[in-house]
């Protein structure tokens, strides 16, 4: 009788074992199926991550190369030929283009003089006043708050130049005029340009 009850609960256990590894196998096919089936999803969620990344480093250091330009172009500046002011030129920069400090000679607002913003092309950020030789008597920006600042890099007193700064750009309308060059920040620059010209009457 003890030998047929012992045998009895081998028999039970190595009918639940079976059982137990079915169920085991079935549970781990059941798993490889979801994670085959989700694999994909994955792969496309890491693949657009990725190239999110890559985009973003790409912008990052584009516009960090840019910046490096434009300031070791400002340097060069320095050494070049004497500043004609009978040949200045406006050049729009659709970045804003801050200075070096130990190039500005004085930064100056311009509180009445706004620009009205391009309505179709991307308004620019910064308006470049330079002579035929590429030596910049100034650059014009707009701030965050739209607010329009002057960094002077000529020796120019150009604080006597906003009174006809002002006044054109009034007179211009550079405030209402939303045409993607002439109008809007380029008209405030051209404005500059012509306060700067010598043969201006006073």
């Not at 969620?45 to 400002?74: D, K, P, Q």
């Not at 009978?86 to 804003?96: D, E, Y």
Request: net charge negative; charged share 20%; hydrophobic share 45%.
């Amino acid at each position: 009788m003890t030998e047929t009850s012992y045998f009895h609960i081998n028999d039970t256990e190595g009918h639940a074992s079976r059982w137990t590894r079915s169920a085991s196998v079935i549970y781990n096919a059941f798993m490889l199926h979801q994670c085959t089936r989700l694999a994909p999803a994955k792969a496309a969620i890491l693949w657009v991550l990725s190239v999110g990344c890559l985009a973003l480093t790409m912008l990052l250091s584009h516009a960090f190369v840019m910046e490096r330009a434009e300031n070791v172009a400002l340097a060069e500046a320095t050494d070049r030929d004497v500043l004609d002011l009978t040949s200045l030129n406006v050049r729009l920069s659709q970045r804003a283009i801050h200075p070096p400090k130990h190039l500005v000679k004085a930064v100056v607002e311009l509180p009445h003089v706004h620009a009205a913003r391009a309505k179709i092309a991307p308004s620019p950020k910064s308006a470049v006043v330079e002579d035929d030789n590429h030596n910049r008597a100034l650059i014009l920006s707009v701030l965050d708050d739209d607010r329009l600042q002057v960094y002077v890099l000529d020796d120019l007193d150009f604080t006597t130049h906003v009174p006809f700064v002002t006044a054109c750009a009034d007179s211009r309308g550079c405030a209402f005029d939303r045409r993607p060059i002439t109008g809007g920040l380029g008209c405030v620059a051209i404005c500059i340009q012509r306060s700067l010209d010598p043969s201006r009457e006073p």
